[in-house]
């Protein structure tokens, strides 16, 4: 983590002793005004979070009017002194953007204040956070406040999640967290869906961003050796053309289902495989395909081709039995028998699964497939292993947000919302429990969430941010 001069890496409440460091060079961020503005002038004055020490308060004021923020300390003496870090990753880093107006209370005072600095970087798609951070001046320990923004972008608990899942997108890379590939796709289809849903194209720069920096890598058109991870960017490029009409997302989507195709054999009597050494052939990967193949043929005018695939895969679905006898989907195949497996009921083989036949009933008007939906969904929410207090829960689901099961919440929600709004909103209670769940249990300063939408916040990701966002996005 980096650190500026005096910073020292402590959570609220904690005090560590100073620690000097080099400075980096600061660069001056110019939005509608900028950096160091007179705090005087600020349009308006929201106290986001507080910290003390030895006495004093140091608090960050944030105007939500000029998307600014500036820090004070109260309850002090002169030599105490109180600043600014400001963040363009969510908190985890602050090199460049540390001890921002850093000042001194003078000779007579017991509390002074900082200027106004920008909270975001508009003219470099920087999505930022400050704190406020200060010292007694007769002691080394520092305090700083958690990080805070202003609600620019930010307005209600699902532009604020979006905004948040963005503060972990890597503008050098043009994925989220440095490197996520599948779960960036999945992030990627939540900051899309909530374009639709908020009306915010703020952030609709990240869907070519990600594209032009990553068509060309691994085999081209974000295809690779998973055909799971091949589904999730092709559905991605879906959302995308929706988005923006732009034939390009289009096309690759096209280019991603055939792929996907291309590793549909007869053994077992069809299915897709789930990765290109043709070892296993599971749930999720034909989920997607069905789901894939039956929105590019409503997308596509006379197309015959990706609608056959799609209602062809759903036969074969249907023959294997990885829907259970509880209506729940199992994890895949036993090859030596060509039926269920038995293995986990992930959430994500629920949700995509809906989202899939919902599609599918969209296209071909097939009454089965959403009535096989609807049972699904009813088992997924009324399951005490997958929902226990009405809340969703990931199998085995830890605390950090780690490992790839930190996406599968969203997918599954994901599903369910398109399964809510093709049945009239009948999942409105459970959606509507879990958005006020985890928005009240499993938030942070910044509208970060974690894994645990029942609580404790401990920590997050892109993943679990963008599952939030998917939670968010389909609540009514």
Not at 24 to 34: M, S
Not at 94 to 121: E, F, I, M
Request: hydrophobic share 40%.
């Amino acid at each position: 983590m980096a650190r500026g001069v005096l910073a020292t890496v402590l959570a609220v409440g904690v005090v560590l002793p100073a620690v000097p460091v080099r400075a980096a060079v600061q660069a001056v961020v110019c939005n509608r005004y900028c950096d160091g503005r007179d705090a005087g002038s600020a349009a308006g004055d929201r106290i986001a979070v507080t910290s003390a020490l030895y006495g004093r308060t140091f608090r960050l004021h944030v105007n939500d009017t000029d998307a600014m923020a500036w820090a004070t300390v109260d309850g002090g003496q002169a030599g105490d002194q109180v600043w600014l870090d400001r963040s363009f990753d969510g908190g985890r880093t602050w090199a460049g953007d540390s001890r921002l107006g850093v000042t001194t209370v003078p000779a007579g005072s017991t509390g002074w204040r900082t200027g106004q600095y920008n909270v975001d970087d508009w003219n470099t798609t920087g999505v930022g956070a400050l704190r406020a951070c200060g010292k007694a001046g007769d002691r080394a320990e520092i305090s700083c406040t958690s990080w805070a923004r202003s609600n620019w972008n930010a307005w209600d608990r699902r532009t604020a999640a979006a905004t948040a899942l963005m503060m972990r997108f890597d503008r050098g890379t043009g994925l989220f967290d440095g490197n996520g590939w599948w779960t960036g796709a999945n992030a990627l289809t939540a900051v899309i869906d909530n374009i639709r849903r908020s009306g915010m194209h703020s952030y609709q720069y990240a869907i070519a961003s990600t594209y032009d920096k990553n068509v060309n890598a691994r085999q081209g058109q974000f295809r690779n050796e998973f055909l799971d991870d091949t589904g999730w960017w092709g559905l991605a490029w879906v959302a995308a053309y929706d988005v923006t009409g732009d034939s390009r997302y289009l096309s690759t989507a096209r280019a991603d289902a055939d792929h996907m195709y291309s590793y549909w054999d007869a053994t077992c009597g069809g299915g897709v495989w789930w990765k290109t050494d043709r070892k296993n052939k599971n749930a999720i990967e034909n989920s997607l395909y069905i789901q894939l193949n039956a929105m590019l043929s409503q997308r596509i005018s006379g197309d015959v081709t990706y609608r056959g695939r799609a209602q062809q895969a759903w036969t074969w679905f249907q023959g294997t039995g990885m829907i259970n006898g509880s209506s729940l989907v199992n994890d895949g195949v036993n090859l030596s028998t060509c039926k269920n497996n038995g293995d986990v009921t992930w959430s994500y083989n629920q949700g995509v699964l809906i989202n899939a036949l919902v599609q599918l009933n969209k296209l071909t008007g097939d009454a089965n497939a959403l009535s096989v939906a609807r049972r699904i969904g009813d088992a997924m929410t009324g399951s005490t292993y997958l929902s226990p207090g009405g809340i969703l829960r990931e199998p085995n689901e830890p605390d950090a947000c780690s490992g790839d099961g930190a996406s599968f919440k969203g997918a599954a929600i994901r599903g369910l919302g398109v399964l809510n709004a093709a049945a009239g909103g009948a999942y409105n209670t459970y959606l509507t429990r879990n958005a006020d769940s985890a928005y009240s249990r499993d938030r942070d300063s910044l509208d970060m969430y974690g894994s645990h939408w029942a609580g404790p916040f401990a920590g997050t990701n892109h993943s679990c941010q963008h599952s939030a966002l998917d939670l968010l996005n389909a609540a009514p």
